[in-house]
């Protein structure tokens, strides 16, 4: 039988999320996944998961949910969680994976970094779709965290099996400029607008979910008023289109598969993570590199990740006395005298 969670509350949308579902593009279908690849990953990891298993993506708060069995966690983010039992709440700390008891509840109040992930040792077990756990919420791919449902893990718990894992040196965020490639329209504005991109700061509008979003600032110029459309052609995450308003919009995992505005530069793919953090009202400014230096970051952001997941370790919990009651390790008692 399969641990179980139920879900008592959810006041902030979240949603399941693994790494995607690409290679469906062609037929319309985005990409969607985790926000922050790299903090699923580390979530994961800290639950012994697969780096790719499905877990809760939470902005501004997550949920409340109640354990029908023992089972392992563990936050990636900055959050203010909460572990209550019959001894009250208790504060849960990120980074490292904690046990949650059979009638215990963990709450989620707060996510102080953009986004967080909650990953649970096995992963959450719902349906896959064209190879993907993701929640799509557009065309009701994946299934939403509602209250009420259950929330179904892919393994049996086993809740003294395993141990503990910490990462003691949580992943720093990055305060520099988002780096951009020129978009494939590029031409289709003026050398000012290009200017004004690469030296003016920008602020995210309250116009931001998981497809995109969209930017406040000094509008950016287009050639001509015939350039303010094109006929529509593939758009990705990490692409920043500009309507005739001359408001950029960056895309997001959730991005349509083509779009008609003219696309005046890309984010590059190792700075998508940091999109995942911006919430209306974030701040922004862009700085553009070269190819080369886009693959070479691309590189590094891999090595980087890979760098955190070996520093993971074990945590010495002592002796686990509800265990070694059950092992019945004592078979007899003599006298030694």
């Not at 700061?201 to 001509?224: I, K, N, Q, Y």
């Not at 001359?246 to 008609?260: E, K, M, N, R």
């Not at 070479?296 to 891999?302: E, S, V, Y």
Request: proline letters at 6%.
């Amino acid at each position: 039988m399969n641990t179980t969670l139920d879900i008592l509350a959810c006041p902030v949308p979240a949603s399941i999320q693994d790494l995607g579902r690409p290679g469906y593009r062609h037929l319309g279908v985005p990409l969607s996944g985790a926000l922050d690849t790299e903090w699923l990953q580390i979530a994961n990891a800290l639950t012994g998961n697969p780096l790719g298993a499905a877990a809760i993506e939470m902005r501004l708060a997550g949920p409340l949910l109640r354990a029908n069995d023992d089972c392992v966690f563990a936050l990636a983010g900055e959050v203010d969680a909460r572990l209550i039992n019959a001894d009250g709440e208790h504060l849960v700390a990120p980074w490292q994976s904690h046990r949650l008891h059979v009638g215990e509840q963990l709450r989620v109040a707060a996510v102080n970094s953009g986004v967080a992930y909650l990953a649970f040792a096995g992963g959450i077990d719902c349906a896959s779709v064209l190879g993907s756990r993701s929640t799509y919420a557009r065309a009701n791919l994946g299934e939403p965290i509602l209250i009420g449902k259950t929330l179904k893990l892919a393994i049996d718990a086993k809740p003294h099996a395993g141990n503990l894992l910490c990462l003691r040196q949580p992943p720093q965020r990055r305060d520099a400029p988002i780096r951009i490639l020129a978009g494939p329209q590029r031409q289709h504005f003026t050398a000012a607008a290009w200017d004004t991109l690469l030296s003016t700061e920008f602020e995210v509008s309250r116009a931001a979910d998981r497809m995109g979003l969209r930017l406040l600032g000094a509008p950016l110029e287009h050639v001509s008023k015939t350039a303010t459309d094109i006929v529509s052609d593939a758009v990705t995450p990490g692409v920043i289109q500009v309507p005739g308003d001359g408001a950029p919009i960056v895309l997001l995992a959730d991005c349509q598969t083509v779009g008609g505005y003219p696309k005046i530069a890309v984010v590059i793919s190792a700075d998508l993570p940091r999109l995942a953090h911006l919430l209306p009202g974030s701040r922004l400014r862009f700085s553009e590199i070269s190819l080369a230096e886009a693959l070479d970051a691309r590189r590094h952001a891999a090595t980087n990740l890979m760098q955190i997941l070996g520093q993971i370790e074990t945590i010495n919990e002592g002796p686990d006395l509800a265990a070694l009651y059950q092992s019945n390790l004592i078979g007899g008692v003599i006298h030694a005298d």
